[in-house]
């Protein structure tokens, strides 16, 4: 069938706009693309985000696209007393966000494999990157959350979060590593890429975060304020990684035993009930909480076959939240307008409201397509059914040069105008995982790794 070009346009985003010297253009709505060309397509243009809208000074990847200050509101369920607990933040231009840029790294292989961009060209801004990141704000070689593209500083989070990051960090250095595994060439700049991995890799102290002793794993620490933040790295949630990198290190490795007490042994770790008749092994969230918790960590870590020694099976685990959240939209017991088996997933992202966890215990009608997207590998059926109501019947109001943008709600009517690197980065990694497995073969790979995951009592088929 011939393709139909509806449009192709270039879009302007209402912010800063950075372009690298070799841009990748966008493209409008497509009629009639294959399965496999549709997937292209969108991983491509959302690629974009980290490739021409990346900070012109660093690389970094931008925390958001196209406001000068945007709004925050974080909620999140404190575990000593079971309440939510509200904050608000803003952000000027120059955030980049840490953790999004290692999904950006990842997101750059991608391109280079799939030939957007060539092989030395993704390598010089990964250079870039590194040798910014080497000058920048880190703490006992971990980084903040969020940094100034421009200067390499600290951007605090609140008051008492204005250091380091362990879990932003986890994300990081998931993505270096794997690069350091994908550019393995002889030629000098990829030994010199390598090596400077290498060196940011082993002065990360994971320890640190652990106040020296074995019983809990703190989320943040800042120069000023010590461990006052006072927020565990407890599960289940999207920091499974950030134990998985901690205990991977070479020189700074975490024990066994801190992970046992800090995240396997806390209240919220374990579910085992069932939710439309699907069992749900992990999480205190009644039906799974956002599905980004299911994303983040598996971007690297393969779940197909990886079983611990608690008798939890991660394929079984990522597939069911998915299904779970997927039929919660089906069921929409607050009759929200468009939910269905074409438009289901919720997730953190932006909203009518702010920055919100939409999940079926705060549910207030907002879609992100980042949900259904990111969950290809657990459910291509159903996330290609999504795909395509996103890109053909909405398109014209959620397309844009950066993929689809954050969030929609059709009870609201209000549609975002913002594309998020969080959001963006896990469509391109894990569509290519269920298409290729790229990132999982290369990350599964490194030594490092398998030594964190059997030193945390992991079985895999890709553990040697």
């Known amino acids: ?56 000074i660093s690389g970094l990847a931008r925390e958001r696209d196209n406001t000068v200050k945007a709004e925050y509101y974080w909620d999140y369920i404190n575990e000593a007393d079971g309440e939510p607990n509200f904050s608000k933040h803003t952000f000027g231009p120059e955030a980049c966000a840490i953790g999004g840029t290692g999904m950006g790294v990842l ?16 390598l010089r801004r990964l250079v870039k990157i590194v ?38 960090t986890s994300y990081l250095m998931m993505g270096l590593l794997c690069a350091r595994q994908y550019f393995n060439g002889t030629a000098p700049l990829e030994k ?37 933040m006072n927020f565990p790295v407890f599960g289940w949630d999207e920091a499974l990684i950030t134990y998985v990198m901690s205990a991977a290190s070479p020189t700074h490795p975490i024990s066994k035993e801190l992970y046992l007490n800090s995240w396997v042994r806390s209240a919220s770790w374990r579910n085992g009930k069932e939710y439309y008749g699907i069992k749900l092994p992990l999480g205190n969230f009644d039906y799974g909480g956002p599905l980004f918790f299911e994303q983040y960590t598996f971007m690297g870590i393969d779940p197909n076959g990886l079983k611990d020694d608690q008798g939890i099976d991660y394929a079984e685990q990522t597939r069911n939240h998915t299904l ?127 030594n964190g995951l059997k030193r945390l009592g992991f079985q895999s088929p890709g553990i040697k």
């Open 324 to 450: 779970i959240n997927r039929a919660y939209c089906i069921d929409n017991p607050k009759k929200f307008k468009g939910y269905g088996a074409d438009c289901w997933g919720l997730t953190a992202g932006d909203s009518w409201k702010g920055y919100v966890a939409h999940c079926p215990q705060d549910d207030r009608g907002v879609i992100q397509p980042t949900a259904a997207l990111s969950s290809f590998p657990y459910t291509p059926e159903y996330s290609m059914q999504a795909l395509k109501h996103f890109y053909y019947d909405l398109g014209g109001k959620i397309w844009g040069p950066y993929g689809f943008a954050d969030g929609f709600s059709e009870s609201h009517n209000w549609y975002a105008k913002t594309h998020l690197a969080i959001d963006q980065g896990p469509i391109v990694v894990m569509i290519e995982n269920y298409r290729t497995r790229l990132i999982w073969d290369l990350f599964m790979q490194i030594p490092d790794v398998q």
């Open 1 to 56: 069938m011939r393709h139909t070009l509806i449009a192709i346009a270039l879009f302007c985003s209402t912010g800063l706009v950075a372009r690298s010297q070799t841009t990748i253009a966008p493209v409008g709505i497509i009629k009639g693309l294959s399965d496999s060309a549709l997937l292209d397509v969108v991983q491509r243009q959302t690629f974009r985000f980290f490739w021409d809208f990346a900070h012109p």
């Open 107 to 122: 997101s750059t292989i991608v391109a280079v494999q799939r030939h957007w961009i060539g092989r030395d060209t993704a």
């Open 131 to 168: 040798d910014f990141l080497t000058k920048a704000d880190c703490y006992h070689g971990i980084y903040p959350h969020f940094m100034n593209g421009a200067t390499g500083k600290t951007i605090p989070f609140g008051r008492l979060d204005d250091g380091a990051d362990i879990v932003e």
């Open 192 to 228: 010199y890429f390598r090596n400077r991995i290498t060196a940011m890799w082993s002065v990360a102290d994971w320890n640190w975060h652990s106040k020296g002793d074995d019983k809990t794993l703190y989320w943040h620490w800042s120069p000023d304020n010590d461990f006052d």
